[in-house]
């Protein structure tokens, strides 16, 4: 795709933000907007896995 299709991406961001008045994400900013869905993640495998460990030790009755 070379440089002229990442020039083409480029225009097209900046088309789209002078559009909706919006400004771009930095790297840093873009990161932490990953931060919640992944502790969500890590929380969920957290609690399926303190489920499983758990689930022997219950008498079913």
């Known amino acids: 795709m070379g440089d002229a299709g990442s020039e083409d991406v480029h225009d ?7 559009l909706l008045g919006t400004t771009g994400l930095e790297l840093r900013e873009f990161a932490w907007t990953l931060v919640p869905p992944l502790l969500l993640l890590a929380l969920w495998g957290l609690g399926k896995f303190l489920v499983r460990r758990g689930a022997g030790s219950v008498p079913r009755g």
Not at 12 to 18: G, I
């Open 12 to 18: 097209r961001a900046q088309r789209s933000n002078r």
